[in-house]
């Protein structure tokens, strides 16, 4: 899947760079093809080193474009500081904040030291560093914010409480500040995909059946900035949350029950 010339055109309206966070694996990785694709020059952030350089490799070589490459673990304290320092005065338009992953199993079994480590990565990092993009993007009248939810942050989600806490966490700041910012310049966006076959399924030890490929959801995320609230990128992702969608809340909260604990039934037979 490829962006249209004008929809490349509109990005590179935000302004000269785009930062990725989890540029390193997965969703965040393709969408920094795309923004390559699309001639703008790209802040890669993630931990691991190796996977940041040969990702910026190929796009300088590929695209002609530059390429910062930031290794920061977004869990600890000061690192949003850290991450605003490196960045400088650059022109930056768009934040895609997609560094982020997920547990899963029973919640009376879970490490409550990694619960807290996904709970500032996954919210008070995306908080924080909402926070400053978003003034920065309105001090300039233009920019671009993408944010991750997931199919499992619509419903309460056993098996994946905590994660799915996160995630509705992160869906209920991007569908308000995408209303509260208008008028501002500043498009939000939340993307929220279903099962897509990342490095996330193997970090927070689930087994998914039917996946997208990242490949799938890079071009319907940054299509849908400027244009939606909310993105659910891909037919399997529009097709779980339709299925869903008729059932009241406690409803959905069950079927999610049965379909995470097929995915996680391996850790708990045990
Ligand atoms: N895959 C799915 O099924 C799915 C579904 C719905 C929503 N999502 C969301 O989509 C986003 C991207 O996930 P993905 O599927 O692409 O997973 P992924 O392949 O595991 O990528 C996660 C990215 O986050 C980075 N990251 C993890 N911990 C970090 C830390 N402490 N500091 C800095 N960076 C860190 C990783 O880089 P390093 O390891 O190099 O640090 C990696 O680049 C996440 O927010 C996830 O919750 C995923």
């Given at each position: ?268 037979t045990v």
């Amino acid at each position: 899947m490829k962006l249209s010339g004008s929809q490349q055109t509109r990005l590179r309206q935000y302004g000269k760079w785009a930062l990725i966070t989890g540029a390193s694996s997965g969703i965040g990785q393709e969408l920094a093809r795309q923004l390559a694709e699309s001639k703008m020059d790209l802040i890669l952030v993630g931990r691991n080193k190796t996977s940041l350089q040969t990702l910026a490799t190929e796009l300088q070589q590929n695209n002609n474009v530059s390429c910062l490459q930031i290794s920061l673990d977004l869990s600890q304290t000061g690192s949003t500081q850290q991450l605003i320092d490196a960045i400088g005065n650059r022109d930056l338009g768009l934040a895609v904040l997609a560094a982020g992953f997920g547990t899963s199993g029973s919640f009376l079994t879970s490490d409550l030291q990694e619960e807290l480590n996904m709970l500032h990565l996954n919210c008070q990092a995306v908080l924080e560093q909402t926070h400053h993009f978003a003034s920065r993007f309105a001090g300039r009248g233009k920019g671009g914010i993408i944010l991750f939810g997931s199919l499992v942050g619509f419903q309460g989600t056993p098996y994946a409480a905590h994660y799915s806490a996160t995630k509705a966490y992160v869906q209920t700041l991007a569908e308000a500040l995408h209303v509260e910012l208008q008028g501002t310049g500043v498009d939000v966006l939340s993307a929220a995909p279903g099962p897509v076959q990342t490095g996330f399924a193997s970090r927070a030890d689930m087994q998914m059946g039917a996946a997208l490929r990242p490949e799938d959801t890079g071009v319907p995320i940054l299509r849908a900035l400027g244009q939606r609230q909310t993105v659910l990128p891909g037919f399997l992702t529009k097709f779980l949350v339709g299925s869903l969608r008729l059932l009241p809340r406690w409803g959905k909260v069950r079927v999610m029950k049965q379909i995470m604990g097929g995915m996680t039934a391996h850790q708990r037979t045990v």
